[in-house]
Nanobody, 128 residues
Framework: EVKLLESGGGSAQAGGSIKLSCTVSGSYFPNAAMSWVRQVRGKGPERVAFISTAIRTGGMRMDYVDSVKGRFTISRDDANNTLYLQMNNLKSEDAAVYYC?????????????????WGQGTQVTVSS
């Protein structure tokens, strides 16, 4: 069973920064594409960032939802089984519970709940 544990959530003012971390158990991580997914109450889970494996043909690929491009950066440390999300220039609309996830089903920007492996989530609050 894959276990994911997020940390680093908290509060920031608009324009500020927060860095999220996610540790993944076992030897699964280096071979796994990973995602950061966020959810606000009443809305579906939105994938904000994706990172492929480092051994992907053509090199590692990162993708972002349009609303966070240029502000968020996803990265991974395979030696330490850790996924990161650096969030800069935070906006009020970034406030959500953020989940680290893998093997998710996200046909577009939104993901199917309950598919794949998810962490327990970490709350990000942005004050204006």
């Amino acid at each position: 069973e894959v276990k994911l544990l997020e940390s680093g959530g908290g509060s920031a003012q608009a324009g500020g920064s927060i860095k999220l971390s996610c540790t993944v158990s076992g030897s699964y991580f280096p071979n796994a594409a990973m995602s950061w997914v966020r959810q606000v109450r009443g809305k579906g889970p939105e994938r904000v960032a994706f990172i492929s494996t480092a051994i992907r043909t053509g090199g590692m690929r990162m993708d972002y939802v349009d609303s966070v491009k240029g502000r968020f950066t996803i990265s991974r440390d395979d030696a330490n089984n850790t996924l990161y999300l650096q969030m800069n220039n935070l906006k009020s609309e970034d406030a959500a519970v953020y989940y680290c996830a893998t093997r998710v089903d996200c046909p577009g920007d939104y993901c199917t709940a309950g598919v794949g492996y998810w962490g327990q989530g970490t709350q990000v609050t942005v004050s204006s």
